[in-house]
């Protein structure tokens, strides 16, 4: 039976070759190695490709056939760590200069409350009277106003500032959104005024791109003259134009509970609607053949694609439904030109392609959650639909629809709690309405825009629209107040997703192939997942630890043991929602989600906050008061905690205390830090700058 399975590998060679691609990127993205590591690695393995190629025995030797494929295998491997390589943006060169400088707006802006954000591509900037010509990316955020407003992509602009390197906050488990811009090629940033701001010109971006953003704008426009408003708007431009900028927390909200996020990112599941339409009504074309070319399938190929890229233009060409797109054509060509390519070929061969355009795309989880949920669609959709059989066409339908869910729901589970901790119990439920619905809001939405031009009819058909978006809401929100609608804070680790997606494969593979050694390894599994969930709760019981947190301008301290998890806070208006950004991961990664505030300094700020935890002694100042000058011996301090721009000198803290560390929290501006820091290397003072090193973490 194994060998069954190695066999059919053997007619998937593109699944092979991106699997070692894959784990190239991944290996540099983590350990980063030099280039010429790689090329000398590369050049001994072409020497030793073309020395066992030349060999005339090479198909009857054992030794030379699979060393060969292990040569063309690692090959592929040292090919994608050379692409994360010259896709890895360079240092920037304007971090901490003021400049005059001049560039395009490349992305679409983004309203946000207060700001504008964007991203622009220079191409030149002054500095110091100095003229350089730069092609890096900045991220522009502009005070919101009217005009700042209006930008549009493809804007040139000239603004004037300061720029400053993209810096992570340093908190334990907290999204890295520093290398989530350096993987865009972004390793700066600028805050303007609008007034900083000048738009030079329009238009001077890809032309095709803009052509697609303007089309989408007349759509969304349809949308607005024909009565749409609201968040019936936000959904319906999000689902069919990609355009997510209408859509309120409280509605992403609902659709998060219900399991039916997917709904608001036009992507693999509006894609393959529209494949699926297309084909079934382009049936008629499969048996046309023209002198033993079936120039039918020819014909039909060339407009389902056509039809998908005229989609992913009208949707403003996301990267989402650009790999929805390009994923759907390779599936349309290996199906047109070559059957026996099967399905799972086409999709490694459009990933590969994705791959080497952008490597990092393998890090995206919008591309490994939708690989990953087509893949579990192929593999379980049939042998769930398989466990009843149903006469009624109407039951049939709702069970077809129930199936691909569970299907979908399988494969991406496990990937979905490890980077969202969180999982969504009625899925099933609202996706059986949800999907029906949505198909019925694409179909019209496409038969308004078609008659748009003509008022009266129009308006009938945007007002059914209204209601069926807001029918699809209210299905939504009802799933959303059911009782356990979802679970949150579910602490899950690599290794859990690891092993619990290979519980799945298993599974999936004792059921196929009716083979007890993969029920075998199920079990082996499901033994290793309890071990390590039984290890975690003991030491969930056992932990204790200590964080000073890097929580922006404010001080945040969190003691954790097996019967308290506080938090001391300097702000009174640092409730426990506003911190859940700042500490929620690493806590549910501790297994300890639920935690208090207390502010800091409540009924001690005549003498600093004094905490004793562990055997160790915390002493929290915020105010020169508290320092008693007249002391006659040191007091007993194991860590000092810096708060709110204090004005004191290291002299004095020593004179004072004795302290194994001085720990600059959060709430001090960087220029007071610099002070500190230089006074604690005078008076040999070991020190700890939140700010600039990231959060302090102590485990006991």
Known sequence: MIQ????????????????????????????????????????????LIVLIYQKKNISKSFVDRYLFGLLIYSVFFITGSILVIFKSADKSIIINKKIVAEGIITTPPELKEKTVRFVVDLSKFLQNDTLTYSEEKILVFVSKDSVSSKLQYGDKILFNGKASEVVNPGNPEEFDYKRFLFRKGITSQIFLASDKLKIISHNKANPFLSFALKIRTKLSNIYSKNGITGQEYGVLA?????????????????????????????????????????????????????????????????I??????????????????????????????GNTFNRKIGIFNSLASSAFILLIINPFDATDVGFQMSYIAVISIILFEPLISNLFFIKNKILKYIWALTAVSIAAQLGTASVSMFYFHFFPNWFFVSNILVIPISTIIMY???????????????????????????????????????PFSYTSNIPFSLFEMLIFSGIIAALYLFVKHKDSLFLKMSLILVIAYLSNSILFNIQKLTRTNFYVYNAGYKSAINLISPVTNKIFVSDTSQTKNSMDFVVKNNLISLGKSDFETESIFKDTADIGKYIDFEGKRFLIINNK??????????????????????????????????????????????IRIERWREECKEQNLKFWSVPEQGAFCLEF
């Open 4 to 47: 069954r399975i190695f066999s059919s590998l053997r007619d998937l060679p593109f699944i092979r070759f991106i699997l070692f691609f894959l784990l190239g990127i991944f290996f540099q993205i983590n350990l980063n190695l030099e280039l010429k590591i790689y090329l000398v690695l590369l050049l001994i393995f072409f020497i």
């Open 238 to 302: 999000a689902l069919t134009l990609g355009d997510r900028s209408g859509l309120d927390s409280e509605i992403i909200k609902s659709y998060a509970i219900s399991g039916t996020m997917h709904i608001l990112s036009v992507s693999g599941l509006h894609v393959a609607i529209v494949y699926l339409i297309i084909n079934y009504l382009l049936f008629f074309l499969d048996k046309i053949m023209l002198n033993g070319i079936r120039i039918g399938m020819i014909l039909k190929m060339i």
């Open 304 to 333: 389902i694609i056509s039809f998908l890229w005229f989609f992913a233009f009208i949707s403003g060409l996301s990267p989402s439904v650009n790999r929805a797109a390009i994923m759907f054509s390779f599936v349309v060509l």
């Open 444 to 482: 019209v939405s496409a038969l308004l825009f078609a008659i748009s031009f003509i008022p009266i009819i129009s308006s009938f058909v945007g007002l059914a629209l209204k209601y069926l978006v807001f029918s699809l809401n209210y299905v939504v929100k009802s799933v959303e107040y059911l």
């Open 625 to 670: 008061s508290q320092i008693k000058y007249n002391s006659k011996f040191k007091l007993k301090v194991d860590y000092i905690i810096l708060s709110k721009n204090i004005y004191i000198e290291m002299e004095d803290l020593k004179r004072l205390y004795n302290p194994d560390l001085v720990i600059f929290d959060s709430s001090n501006k960087i």
